[in-house]
DNA sequence: CTGAAAGCGCTTACAG
DNA sequence: CTGAAAGCGCTTACAG
């Protein structure tokens, strides 16, 4: 087996140091022109590729950051990924991703792996399995920089990407105040998660405000926003003596699926009822009529984790900061709250 | 700022060799029970992990595979990602990854970035603007191993991971014959691309089999099966004087397009036009019918892309080898072609 | 503008 | 069962 060709490869045939070729192909300003086109002419001729691994040993950077998602076919972290890597591409960064699943075992382990070095900074999703944060402590200690993304860690200060889940429910749900709708129901989250419970606040928050009162009976909890969840919980609405006339989901999936319930069951869309569900997903856009949604704009939260990852790492301090960016959202609005008044 | 503790450090407190600790780490059958526990309690202490840059660099071995893929967002391409990191992971490789967004000249820069040593092998999936294989020629002469999946080079020897696409499109078309379909329809897509020409292929051969007529006026080719541009297919269908009574279209979005203009026509579903998708997108259970499709697996593509990389990484032998691994689909049969009789 | 030398933190073949 | 030594392929501070 042929070995690959160093530096000191070209270095002999060049009759020149190694530290010039070094130099030269760094493109530094203190080696000739002509020396610098010899060289990199050589390079070509040779096939010569610097080993990445000895570079980056010696200067001790690996430009690579990590990434640990829940699941990586989730629409949504599949997007967020898609932010980290466009930053970290321009950035000259790659992206080395692993899946929790969320067992808090292999999100340990996760972190195990990237405790030595090989990432200089850590972008996480928590899985939902994940209820203390030592793993990431150790992380901490090792001065490797974490920016955590949509499930993050409460009451643990850290580098935190969020969307605003209250005002944004807040916002939805006064869209169907302010279109006519004067029962309104809400299908949400499990409330141990904070984005489901922020969400539930804020929905609460606009019926106040606008002087409604708050009907149990119109709000449902479901254990993780399915889509089949979302049908049952539409068909225990439908059965209700005095039914929403505007539901507020805590996800698309279930705001799908209520809205093909309601069909099925002749109910009018949205004149009848009007549904706003929250992501933005595919789906919204292909479901008939098209659902009104939240979009939580997952591709910026991922450039945004990044760019915060990024400068981190590249600062010089040695004392790891704790930031918090809110992304903003969008009220999509689209057939679903579009009454013919 | 503190330095990271090395295995020297380790070896000073402890009046070893760093070669005896380096072995005690690896749990090497050659040193004492007792001294292994000694140095895991002292490297737990000082919080010492070893610096896998260093020892990537000595053992020439990064235990990294690179994955391009057009675009992470799109749901096939998470899939095939969630594969390969879950074959990776247990294997103890960590996965990086890259978006081409389908130009070649991002694509030829990515495959520079991989050229040096980064990583042990790639992973990819063609854009769609590829059309020379030069720039994967140069890893080849590195020895870097090589397996294409899903959009992968024609007359170019190499690792392929693909599904059996003529044969996929020959059954779900025979599904429909067998259903009781006399006029089949196809929404297609570009046919300079291999796997959609495949499909196309495979439909007119089930046609032929059974004897059945091509109708030129029932096929429709696409240029990247939109959305869009299957509602604008179906809408060409519904209008033609004698309309098909059954598609086959060679994704879901054009299917479930398909479907929701049907549907507005007053058109009964399956009873008076059959549809089969392809891929087996999410959307394909929620739309009303569910969709009948192709299961292209995936996920599965992703495991076995990642299995035939590492045992070439792996493997002593110093020529690259080709080999052609062909994932099975199946035709999940849903309501748009359970017809009521 | 170029070079000689040291060294990054490991691993491993060799020796005992 | 343990150690001493060499060296992986670079980069950089220092010297001239």
Redo the contacts with the bound molecule.
Sequence with gaps: MK??????DL?KEL????????????D?????????EKVLNKAEELG????S???S????KTLTIGVIVPRIDIHFHSLVISGIEEFAYKAGYNVTIFQSRDSIKRETKITKILQNKMSEGVIICLGTETDSYEHFEKLNRLKIPLVFYDRVPSDYEANKIIINDYESAFKATEHLIEIGCKRIGHIGGSQSTGIFKDRYEGFKAALTKHGFPMDKKLVHFTRELSYEEGALVAKKLLNLENRPDGIFCSNDYTAVSAIQVFQKNNIKIPNEISIVGFSNYPISKIIEPHLTTVNDRAFEMGMAAARLLIRQIEEEEDIIQSEIVTIKTELIVRESTMRSS
Tied chains: 1, 2.
């Design positions: 070995r690959r060709t160093t530096l000191k270095a009759n020149l140091a190694a530290s010039t070729i070094s130099r030269a192909l760094d530094h300003p203190g080696i000739s022109p002509e020396t610098k010569f590729t610097r080993n691994i000895a570079s040993f010696r200067k001790n």
